[in-house]
T-cell receptor, first 112, second 111 residues
Framework: DVKVTQSSRYLVKRTGEKVFLECVQD?????MFWYRQDPGLGLRLIYF???????EKGDIPEGYSVSREKKERFSLILESASTNQTSMYLC???????????FGPGTRLTVT | RKEVEQDPGPFNVPEGATVAFNCTYS??????FFWYRQDCRKEPKLLMS???SGNEDGRFTAQLNRASQYISLLIRDSKLSDSATYLC????????????FGIGTKLQVIP
């Protein structure tokens, strides 16, 4: 079974703080994704990575950056957290052979 | 027009009923299609892939209509445990694996 883990299930941060969300997968998948999910808006792609040290902006990259130093780990960084970044953050991998995605349990981030 | 459109519902159906969801997509070059299930406050999980020939998994049947650019999910004999949000997912493939999610359709199965 593919396993995708995220560093925290719940996180509360203050406005202006730098926030790190970590995602680790154990299936050697090349493609990894960061989404945020908000009521009424669905899942929106923030960034994705198709290889170590490679990254591409998604639909809503503003205010975020990412790091992929190792194949199994993909980190999302909020450079200066703002209240409009309060959301559920989901990490996912993709099996290229089938295009199926596998999600981590999510991190519910609250910025106060 | 949104790339992937779904009726958000909610669909409230009695146990044992048959319910169908549709999802339309705008990019005719889209290559692969999926239905995911998401329980409240949990992550999405793959329910089934959708093939041109249609596919069935127990009480669930998925269909793809490329000419009209929609996919459908049919659930027969609904169970209480089917209550969840069903996400339509379209993948355009290619080197960067562009994946687009629908907003999801909420299903509530009532005793």
């Amino acid at each position: 079974d593919v396993k995708v883990t995220q560093s925290s299930r719940y996180l509360v941060k203050r406005t202006g703080e730098k926030v790190f969300l970590e995602c680790v997968q154990d299936m050697d998948h090349e493609n990894m994704f960061w989404y945020r999910q908000d009521p009424g808006l669905g899942l929106r792609l923030i960034y994705f990575s198709y290889d170590v040290k490679m990254k591409e902006k998604g639909d809503i990259p503003e205010g975020y950056s990412v790091s992929r130093e190792k194949k199994e780990r993909f980190s999302l960084i909020l450079e200066s957290a703002s209240t409009n970044q309060t959301s559920m953050y989901l990490c996912a991998t993709l099996r290229v052979a089938s295009y199926e995605q596998y999600f981590g349990p999510g991190t519910r981030l609250t910025v106060t | 027009r949104k790339e992937v459109e779904q009726d958000p519902g909610p669909f409230n159906v009695p146990e044992g009923a048959t319910v169908a969801f549709n999802c339309t997509y705008s990019n005719s070059a889209s290559q692969s299609f999926f239905w995911y299930r998401q329980d409240c406050r949990k992550e999405p999980k793959l329910l089934m892939s959708v093939y041109s020939s249609g596919n069935e998994d127990g009480r669930f049947t998925a269909q793809l209509n490329r000419a009209s650019q929609y996919i459908s999910l049919l659930i027969r004999d609904s169970k209480l445990s089917d209550s969840a949000t069903y996400l339509c997912v379209v993948n355009q493939g290619g080197g960067y694996q562009k994946v687009t999610f629908g907003i999801g359709t909420k299903l509530q199965v009532i005793p």
